[in-house]
């Protein structure tokens, strides 16, 4: 039996509407699912079955109109705006298909903009853990290049090392190669499930690419809102 301890995120019989009266959408029905350190998972199925927002739940970005979500053994489905908020900072790292990082900062201090919100290490250990994790993804002597001068490859693996900035216990990726080359598909994959695995993270991807999901530790396939076999 799975102890508490071994399971990053977990949640049962989650159910998500969405729209108002006749055009109310049962977007998820019933879903559970647990995600395990150090093992990827890919849900894969076809678009508007509910991937992403299952995702978006499991994130606290969302609120499930029923159902329970915990994070380590903390319930949050429950909790307030404060506390979801804290942990998604501390607990959760998010990798999306565009990278959304501050064009207007250097590749550093995207890294750094995780570790300053959540406020738990001095300048002088921020720049270091940044300027290590940029390196672990091949940017060490990238480091103060503005995003707009890098290549989409090199974003979202700037993206990564954001991700991974807070030590969280769960890496969430919604199509996280979704706008790459094959190469730089395979890379960034690559990258993401090395470093998490190393930190024995949890990582939950949605993607549509098969080879992608064939690469993954396991596969949950989604058909309108719920997991199939």
């Not at 999306?96 to 002088?124: C, I, T, W, Y």
Request: with cysteine.
């Amino acid at each position: 039996m799975t102890t508490a301890t071994q399971v990053a995120l977990r949640c049962e019989n989650l159910h998500r509407y969405l729209g108002q009266g006749e055009g109310r959408v049962h977007v998820l029905r019933g879903v559970s699912f647990e995600a395990h350190p150090g093992r990827v998972t890919a849900i894969v199925g076809p678009s508007g079955c509910g991937k992403s927002t299952l995702l978006y739940l499991l994130g606290l970005l969302d609120r499930p109109d029923g159902g329970s979500i915990w994070i380590r053994d903390q319930l949050m489905s429950n909790s307030g705006d404060l506390e979801r908020t804290a942990a998604r900072g501390e607990h959760i790292g998010f990798v999306f298909q565009f990278h959304f990082l501050m064009q207007e900062f250097s590749a550093l201090e995207n890294v750094m903009m995780p570790m300053r919100k959540l406020g738990q290490l001095p300048e002088d250990e921020m720049v270091a853990r940044a300027q290590s994790l940029l390196g672990d993804v091949g940017l060490g002597d990238k480091t103060h290049r503005l995003a707009t001068q890098l290549s989409g490859g090199e974003q979202q693996r700037v993206a990564i090392a954001r991700a991974l900035a807070n030590q969280p216990a769960i890496i969430l990726a919604d199509e996280p190669t979704g706008n790459l080359d094959q190469k730089n598909s395979a890379m960034v994959f690559d990258l993401l499930t090395r470093l998490a695995k190393e930190n024995g993270q949890a990582v939950v991807l949605v993607t549509h690419n098969p080879d992608i999901a064939h690469r993954c530790d396991e596969i949950r396939p989604m058909r309108d809102g719920e997991f199939v076999k």
